[in-house]
Nanobody, 125 residues
Framework: QVHLVESGGGLVQAGGSLRLSCAASGRTFSSYAMGWFRQAPGKEREFVAAISFTGAGTYYTDSVKGRFTISRDNTKNTVYLQMNSLKPEDTAVYYC??????????????????WGQGTQVTVSS
């Protein structure tokens, strides 16, 4: 079982920055691909970014490319999402997710095995 806990959400003005963190339990974190998803009110959950188990590979949805950066520290069992140049349309609950034992970088929500509870990000205009 993998337990994921997100933190770092909050209220920020448009153009501002936030860094989300996701702490994972388990001694094999370095074997998990990790992803970030978000869900805005009335909308389906959507993929934001993902990172391979080594951290060497990353993948982003087009709307966040150049603004968001996903990274991980396998010594701390933590994955991060640095969000810059935030826009009101980035407002959502952000979730981290783990996929165990894969070399690919999953982009579909059904490809992930474990999910955190989410952290709210609100961007005011």
């Amino acid at each position: 079982q993998v337990h994921l806990v997100e933190s770092g959400g909050g209220l920020v003005q448009a153009g501002g920055s936030l860094r989300l963190s996701c702490a994972a339990s388990g001694r094999t974190f370095s074997s998990y691909a990790m992803g970030w998803f978000r869900q805005a009110p009335g909308k389906e959950r959507e993929f934001v970014a993902a990172i391979s188990f080594t951290g060497a590979g990353t993948y982003y949805t087009d709307s966040v490319k150049g603004r968001f950066t996903i990274s991980r520290d396998n010594t701390k069992n933590t994955v991060y999402l640095q969000m810059n140049s935030l826009k009101p349309e980035d407002t959502a609950v952000y979730y981290c997710a783990a996929r165990v034992g894969t070399i690919v970088i999953p982009a579909g929500s059904k490809q992930y095995d474990y999910w955190g509870q989410g952290t709210q990000v609100t961007v005011s205009s």
